[in-house]
C-alpha cells in the first residue's frame, strides 16, 4: 500500500518508541466505564467506583491474575509538547506571535482579539506579560 521509500514506522511499538524518546508519550488513566470518575490521584487504590460501585477491572477466567480494565483514558500531557514547539526558534516566533506581531485594529484576526482574550490578560497580568509562560 504505501511506497518501499516511505519513513513511517514498521509497527505500532516502534512509533510509541520514537514518540516517547520525542517526549510526546502519554499517561494511561483508569476510568469507570459509566464515565463516573477517574481512577487516578485519590481513587487511584480503588477497585471499584465511588459512585456507582462498578467494578474497575473486567471479569476474567479463574486461572488468570491479570486485572484489565473496564475504560481507559489516554492523557496526553501538554506542559512537553509546548516545550517542543518553545525548542526551535520558527515555531518558537509563531508562538509569540499574538503578543509580538499582532496588529490592533479591532478586527478578528486571532483568539486574541476576542475580548474574553482581553479580560483573561487583564485579570492574569503578570502571566499575559510573558508570552512565553
Not at 520514537?18 to 463516573?36: D, P, Q, S, T
Not at 487504590?45 to 483514558?73: A, G, Y
Not at 514547539?85 to 509563531?94: E, N, P, R, S, V
Request: net charge positive; with cysteine.
Amino acid at each position: 500500500m504505501l511506497p518501499t521509500d516511505n519513513c513511517l514506522s514498521k509497527d505500532h511499538k516502534h512509533a510509541q518508541k520514537v514518540l516517547n524518546g520525542l517526549g510526546l508519550g502519554y499517561e494511561k488513566i483508569h476510568a469507570c466505564k459509566n464515565n463516573c470518575t477517574l481512577f487516578y490521584k485519590d481513587h487511584e487504590t480503588l477497585d471499584t467506583c465511588p459512585i456507582c460501585n462498578e467494578s474497575r477491572f473486567k471479569m476474567t477466567s479463574q486461572n488468570r491474575t491479570t486485572k484489565i480494565p473496564q475504560k481507559v483514558m489516554r492523557y496526553l500531557p501538554l506542559k512537553p509538547r509546548l516545550q517542543r514547539l518553545y525548542m526551535l526558534t520558527h515555531t518558537a516566533t509563531d508562538m509569540r506571535w499574538h503578543k509580538e506581531k499582532r496588529v490592533d485594529d479591532d478586527m478578528m484576526r486571532h483568539p486574541a482579539d476576542e475580548e474574553a482574550w482581553k479580560e483573561f490578560d487583564r485579570t492574569f497580568s503578570k502571566f499575559a506579560a510573558d508570552p512565553e509562560i
